[in-house]
Nanobody
Framework: QVQPVESGGELVQSGGNLRLSCAAS????????IGWFRQAPGKEREFVVA????????LYAVSVKGRFTISRDNAKNTVSLQMNSLKPEDTAVYYC?????????????????WGQGTQVTVSS
């Protein structure tokens, strides 16, 4: 099984940019759909974006479309999340998750393996 490992979270000012990475531990991401979710204090876990490793198909949440970009690096076996024009409401713990399904889904229940999360804080 694959174990996602997130990195890159930090404190950034409103309007700033940040890049998160999700590395695969245990095996490659090949055949998986990789998703990013986030959870703010007192709120439910929220879908952000996901990508199918094999065909590159992706799905974005409306709240981040046009600001966030997901990409994959076959050589490094990582998925990156480029976050631009960050807003205070983007503040959350960001989780990377892997789904064995080939179709890109937004429901957390569709994902089988989860990372520990990385904190992103956007100051106003």
């Amino acid at each position: 099984q694959v174990q996602p490992v997130e990195s890159g979270g930090e404190l950034v000012q409103s309007g700033g940019n940040l890049r998160l990475s999700c590395a695969a531990s245990g095996r490659t991401f090949s055949g998986y759909t990789i998703g990013w979710f986030r959870q703010a204090p007192g709120k439910e876990r929220e879908f952000v974006v996901a990508i199918n490793w094999n065909n590159g198909g992706s799905l974005y949440a409306v709240s981040v479309k046009g600001r966030f970009t997901i990409s994959r690096d076959n050589a490094k076996n990582t998925v990156s999340l480029q976050m631009n024009s960050l807003k205070p409401e983007d503040t959350a713990v960001y989780y990377c998750a892997a789904s064995k399904l080939s179709t890109v889904r937004s429901a957390p229940s569709m994902y089988d393996y989860w990372g520990q999360g990385t904190q992103v804080t956007v100051s106003s």
